[in-house]
C-alpha cells in the first residue's frame, strides 16, 4: 500500500488539533456542563435534535460562526488545526514541559504523548462537526448542478432550433430532463445528510467510488433515453410512428447498452463484496476519510493516481459521450452502441475489477530490535528499555492524523503499550510506516513474549517473539 517511507515524518495536514470554542477567550473548550446539551453523559431529546437540524438547514450569514452552522464548524476546525500544530512545535522544542517529568526522558515522552493525545481527540471531533456541516452544504451544491444541467439542455436546443426548428424529440428530452431532475431532487432531499444526489455513489469509506459513479453515469443515460422515447410515445400521432418508437426498445438495437449497463452495475456490486472480505479478513487496511471529493475517482486511498480508476473513468465518459450523441441524432431509439465501443468498455472494466483483486495487504512485523542511543551499551531487552518494530504497513492512507495515530497498540505479552507521539516541528517521528518505538513496561515477565502491533486502522499484524532479560 502507498505511504510515506521511513524517516519520514507523519503529518497532520489532514487536521487535528484544539482550539477554544467560538466565544472563549481561553486555549481550551469549556468542559460541559451535566444535565446540559452536550455533556458525555447527557443525550439531547428528539426535539433538540431537530431543532439543531433545523438550524444547520436554515439559511446563516456568510460570516455565521454559531455551532451548527457548517462555516462555523469549518472556521473552529482551522482554528483548531492551528492550534494544535502551535502545540505540537512548542512541545518539540521542550517548551511548556512541567519540571516534574523533565528529569527523565522517557517521562517526558510519556507526558507530551499524553498531552497530543488529548488535544487530537479533541480536534477529530471538530473535524467530524465540519464533515457533517459540509454534508448540509454539499447536497443543496448537488441540486444545483443538476438544474445547471437541466438549464444547459433547455438553452441547447434552443440555440440549435433556430436552424432545425423545435420538434416533438426536442420537446420529449426536454421533458425528461424535468422529470428526472425533480426525481433527482427528491433524493437529494431524503439523502440530505449523506451527500444528496451523491449519497449512492458514496462508499463506506466516505469516498467517492468509481465502480458506483461509473455505473450511475450508464445508469442515469438508459434511464434519460427511455424517459425520451416515452415522451415520444406520448406525443405520437399516428399508429406508424408509434410502432417505430416500440421498435426503437428492441434489444437488436440496444444490446451494446444493456450488456454495457449489466457489466458496469455487476463490477459495483462486485468489488464492494471483494472490498468488504479483504476489509473484514484484515487482508486491506481502509480508514474512513475526512470526507468524499471528486478526485476519489481517479485516485488511491493515499491520494496517488490510480491507473486501473483513471483508465476506467476515462473509457466509460468517452462512451457515455458518444451513446448521448447517438441519442440526440436518433431519439426515436435506445443509442445503438457498437460493439467496439462496448468491448471496450468490458475490457476497460474488467481491468478496473483486476486491480481491486490485486491490491491490498496487512501490516507487517518484520522485525523487533532493542533501541539503542548513543552511549548506551548494548544488551539484550529489559523492561524499562525501548524496542524498535520494524516492518511495512503501519500507517494505512487517511490514518495518518493525530487521533488515529494515538490509537496505534503494541501488545508484548499480555500487556498493552500505546505508541508515544514523538512530535518534531512539522509531524511527527514516531509512530512511522516502517518503524515504531514504544517502551518496555515492567509488568512484562522476563522470558519469551510475543509482540503484535495494532495499526491505526485496526488491523493487527502477525506475532514475533523476543525474549525479556530479567
Known amino acids: 500500500m502507498a ?55 436554515a439559511p446563516h450569514p456568510h460570516t455565521c460562526t454559531c455551532p451548527v452552522c457548517p462555516r462555523g464548524t469549518r472556521a473552529a476546525h482551522r482554528e483548531a488545526q492551528a492550534a494544535f500544530r502551535a502545540r505540537r512545535d512548542a512541545l518539540a522544542a521542550g517548551e511548556g514541559l512541567p519540571a516534574a517529568v523533565s528529569y527523565s526522558a522517557g517521562a517526558s515522552r510519556q507526558w507530551i504523548s499524553d498531552e497530543l493525545t ?120 399516428g399508429d406508424g410512428e408509434r410502432d417505430t418508437l416500440i421498435a426503437g426498445l428492441d434489444l437488436a438495437r440496444g444490446a451494446g447498452l444493456v450488456t454495457v449497463l449489466a457489466v458496469t452495475c455487476a463490477v459495483a456490486v462486485v468489488v464492494r463484496r471483494v472490498v468488504a472480505v479483504r476489509v473484514q479478513g484484515q487482508r486491506l487496511q481502509k480508514a474512513q476519510a475526512p470526507r468524499p471529493r471528486a478526485a476519489d475517482l481517479l485516485t488511491d486511498d493515499s491520494g496517488r493516481a490510480h491507473f486501473a480508476d483513471t483508465q476506467y473513468v476515462l473509457v466509460s465518459a468517452v462512451a457515455v459521450v458518444y451513446a448521448l450523441v447517438r441519442l440526440a441524432r436518433r431519439p426515436d431509439q435506445l443509442p445503438d452502441l457498437p460493439w467496439g465501443l462496448a468491448l471496450l468498455v468490458l475490457v476497460s472494466a474488467a481491468t478496473y475489477l ?23 551499551l548494548d544488551g539484550p531487552i529489559r523492561t524499562g528499555d525501548d524496542i524498535e518494530i520494524r516492518g511495512a504497513g503501519f500507517l494505512p492512507p487517511s490514518a495518518r492524523t493525530p487521533d488515529r495515530l494515538a490509537r ?63
Do not use: C
Open 118 to 237: 488529548q488535544a487530537a481527540r479533541e480536534v477529530g471531533a471538530r473535524a467530524r462537526a465540519e464533515a457533517e456541516g459540509w454534508y448540509v452544504l454539499l447536497w443543496r451544491r448537488t441540486v444545483y448542478v443538476v438544474w445547471g444541467t437541466v438549464a444547459a439542455l433547455f438553452l441547447g436546443q434552443v440555440a440549435t432550433a433556430f436552424t432545425a426548428g423545435w420538434t416533438a424529440a426536442r420537446t420529449a428530452g426536454l421533458l425528461a430532463a424535468l422529470l428526472g431532475g425533480g426525481l433527482l431532487t427528491g433524493a437529494a432531499h431524503l439523502h440530505g445528510r449523506r451527500g444528496g444526489v451523491l449519497a449512492p455513489v458514496i462508499g463506506e469509506d466516505n469516498r467517492l467510488s468509481t465502480s458506483r459513479a461509473v455505473a450511475a453515469f450508464w445508469v442515469l443515460l438508459t434511464a434519460y433515453a427511455v424517459l425520451v422515447l416515452a415522451g415520444r410515445l406520448a406525443f405520437a400521432s
Open 354 to 376: 483486476a486491480s481491486k483483486y490485486a491490491e491490498g495487504s496487512r501490516p507487517v512485523i518484520h522485525a523487533v530490535v532493542r533501541a539503542r542511543e548513543a552511549g548506551d
Open 3 to 57: 505511504g510515506r517511507e521511513a524517516g519520514n515524518t507523519a503529518d497532520d495536514t489532514s487536521g487535528a488539533g484544539v482550539t477554544p470554542a467560538p466565544g472563549h477567550p481561553t486555549d481550551e473548550a469549556p468542559p460541559p456542563v451535566p444535565h446540559q446539551a452536550g455533556a458525555p453523559d447527557d443525550k439531547p431529546a428528539p426535539g433538540e435534535q431537530a431543532g439543531e437540524a433545523e438550524q444547520a438547514d
Open 408 to 470: 496505534m497498540v503494541v501488545r508484548i505479552g499480555a500487556v498493552h503499550v500505546h505508541v508515544p507521539l514523538v512530535p518534531v516541528p512539522g509531524g511527527f517521528t514516531n509512530p512511522s510506516d516502517t518503524t515504531l518505538i514504544v517502551p518496555v513496561p515492567v509488568e512484562v515477565e522476563p522470558g519469551k513474549a510475543e509482540v503484535q502491533l495494532v495499526s491505526a486502522a485496526g488491523v493487527e499484524t502477525n506475532k514475533v517473539t523476543i525474549e525479556v532479560g530479567d
